[in-house]
């Protein structure tokens, strides 16, 4: 007799299925379980290597800008002056130019009636004439005893003191000629003229003056106003920052709101030991005589940059026991610690007089634990409104 299959027994391939859905869903919360714990060990060692290399904010340094916009007391030249005095003496016959006249190179000013002169042009003349007839007698004896030396009608010593005596005539002559060159050039400054084009700023004579060659005082004073000499002795700290060609504004009390530009030409190249002050020339040009030579002035020279002093934000300076420092980022990226000799202090500026180049990167706000050599990332620069 047959026995009948048991129906209670379950079928081998749902077991193996059950079986691997076990398996995966095992599989699946190993997954969970370790890729969150994964991702927080690899943030954990982002955050730790962040924290390593300090982040830092770089600033340059920058040329110093001296402050040239206080202005500086400065005296009015003309470009040329002149005192005319004279050369002859006698008594002034008449003048031809006052105060404030406009005169031309070698016009006439004035003239001066010389008597005295006259005469003794006159004698030297006359003694120039005695000394040509004194040479021609003289020439003549001395050709007849050379022609009796030659037959032996006089002595050779004869012939010899007539032959000086000529040589003696001559030198005679010669001098005779120079003493009425001398007077005759003397006789030309009779006239008094102008050696330069300009103004008759001074008029100290008048007709019938006596007048006294090389003494007293000066006839006419004469000034060329077009352009003026602009003098200004510029404080020893400013004086690195004045260089020729630079412009500046000349003001004048008298004319508010008026400037007129100036030029500077060249300076003494030396400070003054007793002011410790540079003197500055400048030219300012003057076509319609506006400016007064003489005038006290004002001159703001523009704005100039001193390449050898460079400024720094007081933000960027360490106080340490060694003195004062900067934090600088080296070409590897790491701190090098630098002194440096502040000069002005300018407040949220100062001066480095040593320490530091246009090109390094300083690190601006830095740590007090900041040290030699350390790792450091610099951060980008901050995007400005316009930038963006």
Known sequence: MKTPPSSAAPPPV????????????????????????????AALLAESHADGILSVDVIAPVPSKPDLGTPIPAEVQPFISALLHARASGYLKSWYADIGQAV??????????????????????AELDQANASLALAKTTSDRWTELLKTASVSEQEAAEKTADYALKQANVEAAAANVERLAKLKEFDRVTAPFAGYVTVRNTDIGQLIAADSGPELFRLAQTDPLRVYV???????????????????FQEQPGKTYEARVVRT???????????QVELQVANPRNEILAGSYAQVRFS?????????LSDNALLFRAQGMQVALVGPDNKVQLHSVKLGRDFGNTVEVVSGLSAGDRVINNPPDSIAEGMAVEINPPAETPAAQ
Do not use: C, Y
């Not at 002795?233 to 003001?251: E, N, Y």
């Not at 003494?268 to 540079?278: E, F």
């Not at 704005?303 to 400024?311: F, G, K, N, R, W």
């Open 233 to 251: 002795r510029v404080p020893q700290p400013l004086v690195h920052a004045i260089v020729p060609g630079q412009k500046a504004s000349l003001i």
């Open 104 to 125: 031309t190179n070698g016009q006439l000013l004035a003239e001066i009636d010389t008597p005295e002169l006259d005469q003794q042009l006159a004698q030297a003349r």
């Open 303 to 311: 704005d100039a940059v001193d390449s050898t002093v460079l400024t």
């Open 14 to 41: 749902r077991l193996s299925r059950i079986a691997f859905i076990v398996l995966v869903l095992v599989v699946i919360g190993l997954v969970a379980g370790i890729v969150p714990r994964w991702r927080a060990h």
């Open 268 to 278: 003494a190249g030396a400070v003054d030991q007793a002011s410790r002050t540079l």
